[in-house]
């Protein structure tokens, strides 16, 4: 059986998925991640700090080699929200390309939401015949409505990653009430008017499956809002501490909360599903069907 790979290399995270396809379902070999935060910064300065960004190039070079050797010797590396929107990514892009001989995609808010929407409806026990697809990154969140056949509607990409709110609206730590407030109203004000009909609401991103770390509760809206109010008063390296998060996941939780349950209230759901799927999984699923993304 072909084994694919692909490194995604997000505003926060930098991911390695290594993987067999069989009946339309990842079957995982390895995978491996970085906490690199390359976006830090990019909403200020609008640039890749220049730390993160050897370190992301080292880090890429790194799970290339991991790939190499679990049978997958051309992965796919995808740059999202942080390298798009820097003025100096291409510098990350061709330092890859020097020392991986690896092209590095930048690849659309378009394309990131269609291969987060495959992803994690693949992750999905149950398909329901209509769905909203949260793909919550650092830089930017991904909105998806489609079907269970994966026909995609609607799609759009908000810059409304966690790095990036937190940046622009949480001053401090713990957040105060009226900072998440502030963005709460902002979140509302972007999305877009879609008609879901009801459609249940899929989140997936690491500050989506971080929430189950605190919770084993259903997240309901009332659930999250509570869980919001208990975060509020612990500082992120307390909450990290005590539940197991990275400081910088922790740090980014608040405005993760608050972005995916004001989601909820607009679209008037009520429960939120958290995949394991997303851009990675699709990005597998791409290349087995089609041999391109």
């Known amino acids: 059986m072909s084994r694919y790979g692909v490194v995604d290399v997000g505003s926060n995270t930098i991911h390695l998925l290594v993987g067999e396809v069989e009946g339309g379902e990842v079957l995982p070999v390895t995978g491996e991640k970085f906490s690199a935060r390359l976006g830090a910064g990019v909403e200020k300065t609008g640039r890749l700090e220049e730390e993160r960004l050897l370190l992301a190039a080292e880090a890429i070079n790194f799970f290339a080699r991991i790939a ?9 590396v995808l740059a999202t929200s942080a390298v798009r929107d820097a003025a100096n990514g291409a510098e990350l892009v061709e330092r890859v390309g020097e020392t991986t001989g690896l092209k590095m995609r930048l690849i659309s808010g378009q394309k990131e939401a269609e291969l987060g929407f495959r992803g994690a409806l693949s992750a999905l026990q149950e398909r329901p015949e209509k769905v909203v697809v949260v793909d919550l990154g650092g830089g930017s969140a991904q909105l998806i409505f489609g079907d269970r056949a994966g026909e995609i509607e609607e799609r759009v990409s908000l810059p409304l990653g966690t790095n ?22 902002h979140v509302a004000g972007m999305l877009p008017g879609w008609d879901v009909g009801g459609a249940p ?21 009332e659930r999250l809002w509570r869980l919001s109010a208990e975060i509020r008063t612990r500082p992120s390296g307390l909450l990290a501490r005590e539940h197991g998060l990275t400081p910088e996941r922790a740090r980014v939780l608040p405005a993760a909360v608050t972005t995916l349950v004001t989601i909820m209230e607009v679209y008037g759901e009520q429960e939120l599903t958290v995949a394991r799927g997303g851009i990675r999984e699709g990005t597998l699923l791409a290349l087995a069907e089609r041999g391109e993304i």
């Open 68 to 76: 190499s050797l679990n049978g997958a010797p051309s992965p796919e």
């Open 164 to 185: 990036r709110t937190t940046e622009r609206f949480v001053r401090a730590d713990p957040p105060t009430d009226e900072e998440l407030e502030e963005l709460r109203g």
């Open 201 to 221: 609401i899929v989140a997936v991103g690491g500050s989506a499956r971080a929430m189950l770390k605190i919770t084993s509760d259903a997240l309901t809206v």
